[in-house]
Structure formats: C-alpha cells, structure tokens
C-alpha cells in the first residue's frame, strides 16, 4: 500500500518500485519529517482546516511516534517508499482518520525539503564544531611551537624562514573559511517551503510566516515552483564539504611529506599510525592519506549532484532523490576526516633542530637583497647582485654564513659589517612588518586572535 495507490489499478513490479524506494537512507530525516508534520498539524489546526480534537490527535501520535523511534532506532523501518510514508502510516495506526487529514494541502515535495533543510540546519553546527576543534589543536601546536623555525615552500622549493607556528595558524585560516561557507549553506536552508503544495502552492489560509518562525525558519520561499525543485543549497553544502576536504587533504599531503624521512620535521605519534605488515622499520600516516584519498568521494558528490541538477525540467522530478545520498555521504566524510586528521595534528612532535637547520642557508637570498634596497639600491639591481652571490657560494658549496668581511664588501660596497647579522633566519623574520607576515609578534597576535576565534563560536545546541 503506498500513499497513492488509489489510482493505479495492479500491484507495482518490484523491480520498477523498489528501484525508487529511498526509505533505507531518507530515515535519517525521520526527527524533521515529524518536526515538520507537528508544525503542518499545528498550522492547519490554527487556519481551521483540521478540528481542535483532530489536531490534538495528530500531534500525540506524532509525539508518541518520535519517543517510539528515539527509543528503538529499529522501530524506523518496514516496507515504506520513504520516510514520510512510513510516518504517515504509524500516524493513521494510532488515530485513523485524524491522521488520514494531515496532508491536506500539502505535498511530499515541499516536505521532503523542508526535511533537509531541517536536517542540514541541525547537522551543519556538528561540522562547524569540528573545524573548530581542529583550528583549536593548530593553534595549540602553534603556541607550542615557540619560536622555532622551518622553511617554507614554493613550487616545493625552499623559500624564506617562518615561524613553524606561522605554518600551523596558515591550515587554521583555510579552515576558517570553511566554517564560514558552511554557515553559508546553512543561511541558504533557512527557508520554508511549506506552502507551496505540489508546485502551485496550497488553497487552504496557512499562516506560512507564523510556520516558518515555529520551525525556526527566517523566511518563506520566493515561488513555489522554484521551491519544488529547488536544491541550492545541496550543491552550496557539497561545495563547502568538497572544498574544507581539500583543505584537509593539502594539510595530510604536507604532513605527510614532512613526518617523513627526506623531510623530518615533525614526528607521528605512534597513536596516530600505523605500521607495514612486512616492512618493520615502517610507521604510515594512514589517517592522512585515507583524508588525502577520500577527498575524491567528497568532491564526486559535488560534481554527481550538479550533474543531477543540470538537465532537469522545472519543478519536482524523481531525480531529486538523489540529494539525500549526497549530503549524507559528504557529510559523514568530512565528520571523520575531521576527527581523523584531529587526531594526528594534535599528537605531533616537532624536531626544532631539523626545521631550523633547513631553514638556514641560501633562503635568506631575499633578506640580503632587501639590505641593498634599504640602502638605496633599486630592488632589480639588488636581486642581481644576491643572485651572482647565490650562484657563487652554489658553487663553491657555501652560503652567506660563510662570507668574510671582504667577500661582503667586494659583493657590494653598501654591505656593512651588520650585513652577516642580517642573512640568518632569525633576523629575517624579524624583519617582517605587516600584521600577516611571520614577524613573532604578529604570530604571538595572531595566535591569540585564533583563540579569541574559538572561544566565541555559539556552541551548537543540538
Ligand atoms: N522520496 C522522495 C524524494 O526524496 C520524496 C518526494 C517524492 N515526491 C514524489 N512526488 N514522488 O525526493
């Protein structure tokens, strides 16, 4: 029996039916389903559509149904099309006819997203206080990290010295922004569709501002043909999952190249690895490349969902059924990836020694060429006269802690005997000035501006 078999007149075939039924992923929207049904009652209670007596049924049974399925996670189950059938059927169980009205006027099309944007709005704030624990164990490692120093990379070539907490606050910044672009998607969910009936909107005198305000909603959807197969805000949730993966799999790849030998930067802790069933010598960062590797189901979802979206006509069509995978694929990836990659950054040890020999040497190339500029010279002239340096001391297999007075002076006569004070790491990132660069006091800032950021995020509620 399913809600609309009154107008066909033989049983469906299995294969064509079971194909479509979604009641096997769509009862993780079990709670909003009933949510939004208790509101439904309750709206149509107050237009007069559903009798004092009727709605106050309604709403009993519903509540009873919800304990029941709190209870026993089992009891969500049977041979229901989807989750608001299922309810529909518990409903009518307890209170017959009563529970045979609550449909009146509306339509699973706009229920079935009401569903998921209640459900994006409860489960989004779960994400957002992963990120935050994760910006809470960078910031942690970076005040750990003191002063001590490592190279930074470009085209994975040593670049300049900073400050190996500079490095830790830079994963927390993309990760901020992900915090933020979720907020986004979830602004994006705050909108009721109740109201728009199948597609043309409903008959009955629904008060859908006072709806939207019980179910928490700031505002009501624009149209109700765009609400029925409006799904925007799957696609912006995917893009701010698939994106805060990729920043999860950069900080893996970087921790991956630099736990291991070649680099040695920062250790593994043995919590966090895991070892080779043949190699003894082996300790993996499993946890970080599985984060690295399920970046690629992450952004499918992304890129399976707007090619889903793309060709489809206006209003609801059955292909939107596919959301529902989608975001709860995404979601629970990025939920374990962040307690994965957690797990592993809050653990590291870092080898001060190895960061700071490493960041020592011909990176300092621009601080040299900087010391000409502050004396006049142009800074294409001086970025000459430090790269024939440079290629000199390649050479000869030294670097600018090994010149003498004189060779610094036959470099250039503007080289004066602080010059060699000036070419080593610490005075370079002493150097710096603005608020982002890696100067410790800007760190030492932005460390407890970090932290200030943690501190004042609402705790979620549910
Ligand atoms: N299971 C459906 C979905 O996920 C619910 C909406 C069904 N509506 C319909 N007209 N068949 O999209």
Avoid at 30 to 48: K, N
Avoid at 260 to 278: I, N, R, V
Avoid at 372 to 391: K, S
Wanted: aromatic share 6%.
């Amino acid at each position: 029996m399913t809600l609309w078999s009154g107008r066909f007149d033989t049983a469906p075939d299995p294969d064509a039916f079971d194909f479509g039924i979604s009641f096997g992923f769509d009862r993780a929207l079990f709670e909003d389903d009933i949510r939004g049904s208790l509101a439904w009652a309750d709206a149509l209670g107050a237009a007069g559509v559903l009798s004092a007596e009727d709605t106050a049924a309604i709403v009993a049974a519903l509540n009873g149904i919800l304990d029941e399925g709190r209870r026993d996670p089992a009891f969500v189950s049977g041979p229901d099309e989807d989750v608001h059938s299922f309810v529909e059927r518990q409903l009518v169980a307890r209170v017959g006819d009563a529970g045979r009205r609550l449909h009146t006027g509306r339509s699973r099309n706009e229920q079935v997203s009401l569903d998921l944007r209640l459900y994006l709005r409860r489960r989004i704030p779960l994400l957002q206080e992963g990120i935050a624990r994760l910006v809470g164990a960078c910031t942690d490692q970076a005040e750990r990290a003191g002063d001590a120093l490592m190279p930074s990379y470009t085209h994975m070539r040593r670049a300049q010295p900073v400050l190996v907490a500079h490095f830790y606050l830079s994963h927390a910044a993309a990760l901020r922004r992900d915090h933020a672009r979720l907020a986004g998607a979830a602004a994006e969910a705050d909108a009721l569709t109740l109201g728009s009936g199948a597609i043309a909107g409903t008959s009955y005198p629904v008060d859908t501002g006072r709806l939207a305000r019980a179910l928490g909603f700031s505002r009501v959807v624009l149209n109700s043909i765009d609400a029925s197969s409006d799904r925007d805000f799957v696609a912006s949730f995917l893009f701010a999952t698939s994106l805060a993966m990729v920043h999860l799999s950069r900080m893996a790849e970087d921790f991956i190249l630099f736990t291991g030998e070649e680099h040695g930067f920062f250790g593994l802790s043995d919590a966090s690895a895991t070892g080779s069933s043949m190699m003894p010598q082996k300790k993996n960062p499993d946890p970080l490349e599985l984060v690295r590797g399920k970046t690629g189901r992450a952004v499918g979802r992304l890129t399976g969902w707007l090619t889903t979206m793309k060709a489809l006509p206006t209003g609801y069509n059955k292909d939107l059924q596919e959301d529902k995978e989608a975001v709860f694929d995404a979601e629970a990836t990025l939920a374990a990836s962040l307690r994965a990659t957690h797990a592993v950054i809050a653990r590291l040890t870092l080898n001060a020694s190895t960061t700071e020999a490493a960041a020592s040497g011909l990176l300092l190339a621009t601080d040299v060429a900087d010391y000409l500029t502050t004396r006049g010279v142009p800074f294409r002239r001086a970025h000459e006269i430090v790269g024939a340096m440079v290629r000199q001391l390649l050479a000869e297999g030294r670097d600018f802690s090994a010149l003498s007075r004189d060779e610094w002076t036959a470099a250039s006569e503007l080289f004066g005997a602080d010059a060699a004070r000036a070419a080593t790491p610490r005075a370079s990132v002493e150097a710096k000035r603005t608020p982002q660069s890696t100067s410790p006091d800007a760190v030492r800032a932005a460390i407890a501006e970090c932290r200030t950021w943690v501190e004042n995020l609402p705790k979620p509620s549910a």
